[in-house]
């Protein structure tokens, strides 16, 4: 029953194993706590647990590394990087809206908080949180796959 509720949450039989596993785990460290009334639910309500704070690890970490990779594109050191980024970074803002560009440049360059782009472009957060996730994504995407290629 755990190991159908872990696979069907993260969609991955090795996720789900470990998933199943790390139940297992809380429930032997709370032994003396839990209570052995209707254990099917207690086991069911751990392994969706267990399971969501796995997705939403892996979302941190992916944020994570995104903004690592708009960090590494906003403080870019060679001349040779810098060509390259630039020419990249044509592409991506092509896709984009002009203001787009300023928002990314107060934010990854300027360190400008969210609040203070918001302010200055007179957009709310939520739109310059979901301009930057957009630039980000097709970003990780284009320049992704670009630095992948140049790393081969």
Do not use: W
Request: glycine content about 6%.
């Amino acid at each position: 029953m755990v190991l159908r509720r872990c696979r069907r949450l993260l969609g991955d039989e090795d996720r789900a194993l470990d998933a199943m596993q790390e139940v297992f785990v809380r429930v032997i460290r709370s032994s003396r706590s839990l209570r052995p009334e209707y254990p099917s639910s207690l086991l069911y309500r751990i392994a969706t647990n267990v399971c969501l704070n796995m997705i939403r690890d892996d979302a941190r970490r992916r944020k994570a590394a995104d903004e690592d990779l708009m960090t590494r594109i906003a403080h870019a050191g060679s001349d040779g990087a810098r060509f390259e980024l630039s020419e990249a970074l044509d592409r991506l803002f092509r896709r984009h809206a002009p203001s787009t560009r300023e928002i990314a440049v107060m934010r990854y360059l300027d360190g400008m908080s969210l609040e203070e782009v918001a302010r200055e472009c007179g957009l709310s957060v939520s739109g310059v949180r979901r301009r930057l996730r957009r630039l980000r994504d097709d970003a990780v995407v284009l320049l992704g796959k670009d630095s992948a290629e140049g790393e081969a």
